[in-house]
């Protein structure tokens, strides 16, 4: 989090005011930061998309919303790309729809009937490129049916949020703990007045919501607004350049290893966080789950990326790396490799 | 105050970052952000108006006030890095040896508590179930209820898709209990009674083999009642953290079994095989809520009301000369024994009628509430509980006004 955050947390923590008067304020406050007609803060882009789910087949009805997720005679389909299903559709689910899978966009069209809820699309994914989103859009828009986008993975950068906002998607999450360093548990949904509204139905306080378990404390509206504006505020390409430094740096030191490689990646799609790719030959008698293993077990605990979302491989990135931990990491690494080096060289250490 | 001064200081000279100037670019028209400083009063920037709880912990009204222990585990947890669910694992054992419970865990709240306590029995570790909620075919999906304790908070039972089956008697129950019974549900405490009292209903869940769940949110505090509560033998219970134990606003509690609690964390963050990954804590809620409840439970019952006695006699103090006016301190009837204020006044001296008083203490700068008549029945009630220091003083000068200017 940022210190600010930890700041104005620090204030709601001392100063009372009404839930739903902190709520409307940072939501409006939100949206204004950020181009997005409304805005109100989530438990989590999961909490986030379980309300705009069940915003969209509720659609304000108070009768509706008292019975999800029993979703008898509501419309309850969310039209999902079969190449977008992820682990958080389950979350699409949980208030009670149904996901009707497309093979593309314009297959969209045929899908859509009385019981369609929602168009979902998950952004920033690898395929991407072959998606006609502008189309599936569209398609939305012309039906009069709304379209949620999960935009959770695609901060930093944040001002990437506001280009999202403009492609005309109605609703839109985002993690509130993660690229925008605000509090832990907390998200956003941003869009279309109306749907917030019911959206914000469905959410704590409210004493029988669908999510009233999904709380949300004072500290946390007012900590995602100070996220918010101090992300805005803050430099990404001066931020970006110093993680480029630091895995460049650790990079270096690893690779003076004999047999050891390093390559350095700047992901195109994804937040853009630049990461050291670590590869070493077979004669090492050691796998990268191993190495990975042995990280976490030492001491200090170090944790790299998991290896389902690095392909197998020993990903390093910097973002949550402070400058004086990088020396530590580099250290512990060269360590486990050396000992398992085929090398008697490089196992003393003078390699 | 001193809170935030400590970590001000603390945060002096290490701020990691440089914050430069507003950012760049874009054709569509930003608006202004504001430079950021440590002295910002964010009510005030955002027009919201604060005002000072003589209500009681209500989640409207923000929950209740943090003990400054409770703020500075969370400032410790904020601060540094830890796994989660290993962090949930150790706080989880040590808040089950201070309540001697067999396993515990902290959830978002009492709701969320029971959401995940109703989703662990019908699906009692079954991954597929887990995975097809809030779709419950072919599983166990009914709760038996006594019909007595319908109430606000049972909309929670149904969110992970459970049925509610009503009884009002022992025989209710043994009539209605099928292959498809999920969980016997138990509120404490309740204004009507209860049709078959807790002990009866709980052996009788033993003797049908359904596991038995308590909602006793409201019973602190004082916090002794949670290890009450526990020894009475439900498989589970649950509590609210942000209320009457003084933790985080958005934590809660889920006691009892084991195997139950094991089910329920799966259901829940940051694991995201249910339907409960939408309800997050945070590492600063999991220290938070252990330290509330240690902190609770070092506070006895006598000092808990000697404080409150105290604040009521700072405003009593300023009120009592006003003609017409009656002031009286009592322990609520309920289980959960909270003081109240009471404050009374002869209609005819003092031309007021209740609903106004309390519209004039919410127009008031700064604006106060007190308890809801709906609440109080019809009578004029605070609560000392989230009241910060001086507030109290405060109050009782804004009802002499308020009392005098219509006598």
């Not at chain 2, 933790?247 to 095989?273: E, F």
């Amino acid at each position: 989090m940022w210190p600010e955050v930890i700041d104005a947390m620090a204030y709601a923590v001392e100063h009372k005011a009404r839930m739903t008067d902190i709520h409307d304020a940072v939501g409006t406050r939100i949206a204004e930061l950020l181009s997005a007609e409304a805005a109100m803060v989530t438990s989590g882009a999961t909490g986030a998309l379980m309300l705009g789910t069940a915003a969209c087949m509720t659609m304000g009805d108070l009768e509706k919303n008292e019975r999800l997720p029993d979703t008898t005679d509501m419309a309850n389909e969310v039209i999902i790309l079969k190449s977008q299903r992820y682990l958080y559709d389950r979350s699409i689910r949980a208030p009670g729809a149904k996901l009707v899978e497309i093979e593309s966009t314009s297959q969209a069209r045929d899908a859509i009937n009385d019981k369609t809820a929602m168009l979902f699309f998950l952004l920033n994914r690898s395929d991407e490129a072959r998606i006609d989103v502008e189309g599936y859009i569209q398609i939305a828009k012309q039906y009069g049916i709304p379209i949620l986008c999960d935009a959770a993975t695609t901060v930093p950068p944040v001002k990437k949020i506001a280009e999202t906002m403009r492609a005309g998607f109605d609703l839109v999450c985002y993690s509130g703990g993660k690229g925008l360093r605000g509090p832990y548990s907390a998200g956003l949904l941003l869009g279309r007045k109306d749907l917030i509204g019911y959206a914000r139905q469905h959410a704590s306080p409210n004493h029988r919501a669908y999510g009233r378990s999904m709380k949300v404390a004072p500290e946390e509206y007012l900590g995602m607004m100070v996220a918010v504006e101090t992300s805005l505020n803050f430099d990404e390409e001066k931020e970006y350049q110093r993680q480029l430094n630091l895995v460049s740096l650790m990079g270096r030191e690893l690779a003076v290893i004999d047999g050891v490689s390093v390559s350095t990646h700047v992901p195109a799609q994804e937040a853009r966080e630049p990461y050291i790719e670590i590869n070493w030959d077979e004669r090492f008698a050691i796998s990268p789950g191993e190495v990975k293993q042995l990280l976490r077990n030492g001491k200090p605990c170090i944790e790299v990326r998991a290896l389902f979302l690095s392909g197998g491989k020993l990903h390093l990135t910097a973002s949550m790396l402070e400058k004086n931990q990088a020396p530590v990491v580099v250290r512990r690494i060269k360590e486990i490799l050396r000992k398992n080096a085929p090398n008697p060289l490089a196992r003393s250490g003078r390699a | 105050m001193t809170y935030r001064r400590a970590i001000l200081k603390s945060l002096a000279g290490v701020l990691p970052f440089s914050l430069l100037g507003s950012v760049s670019g874009g054709e569509h028209k930003k608006p202004e952000v504001p430079v950021l400083s440590p002295g910002r009063d964010y009510f005030k920037e955002l027009g919201v108006i604060p005002f000072i709880n003589a209500a009681g912990a209500y989640s409207a009204y923000g929950g209740a006030r943090m003990r400054p222990e409770v703020v500075d585990a969370m400032r410790y947890a904020a601060t540094r890095k830890v796994k989660m669910n290993q962090l949930h694992d150790a706080v989880g054992k040590q808040i089950a040896t201070l309540v001697g419970s067999e396993a515990a865990m902290v959830t978002s709240g009492a709701t969320a508590s029971i959401v995940l306590g109703t989703a662990a029995c019908m699906t009692l570790g079954d991954e597929a179930k887990m995975r097809q909620l809030p779709d419950t075919a072919h599983m166990k999906n009914e709760i038996i209820i006594q019909v007595k304790h319908r109430y606000t908070y049972d909309r929670a039972l149904t969110v992970a898709g459970a049925t509610l089956v009503e009884v009002e008697s022992e025989q209710d129950v043994l009539d209605r209990v099928n292959d498809r019974t999920a969980m016997m549900f138990f509120l404490k405490p309740t204004q009507q009674g209860d049709d078959i009292a807790a002990q009866d209903y709980i052996a009788l869940a033993r003797e049908l083999g359904i596991p038995c769940f308590c909602d006793a949110a409201t019973t602190t505090p004082p916090a002794n009642n949670v290890i009450e509560g526990v020894n009475e033998g439900f498989d589970l219970i649950c509590y609210s953290g942000g209320k009457g134990l003084r933790g985080p606003y958005s934590a809660g509690l889920l006691l009892g079994n084991k195997d139950l609690i094991r089910y329920a964390r799966r259901h829940s963050a940051p694991n995201d095989l249910s339907i409960g990954r939408g309800m997050k804590v945070s590492s600063e809620e999991y220290l938070g809520m252990l330290v509330a409840l240690e902190s609770s439970l070092n506070v006895t019952e006598e000092e808990d009301f000697l404080y409150k006695k105290q604040r009521f006699t700072n405003i009593t103090e300023q009120i009592s000369d006003i003609p017409g006016v009656t002031t009286k301190v009592f322990e609520s009837d309920s289980i959960t024994n909270e003081l109240y204020l009471d404050i009374d006044w002869d209609t005819k001296v003092v031309k007021l009628s209740r609903e106004d008083f309390i519209a004039e203490l919410r127009r008031h700068n700064p604006s106060v509430e007190i308890r809801l008549l709906l609440f109080s029945g019809g009578r004029i009630q605070l609560s000392a509980t989230v009241m910060a220091d001086g507030e109290d003083m405060i109050v009782g000068s804004i009802i002499r006004k308020v009392l005098l200017q219509f006598s």
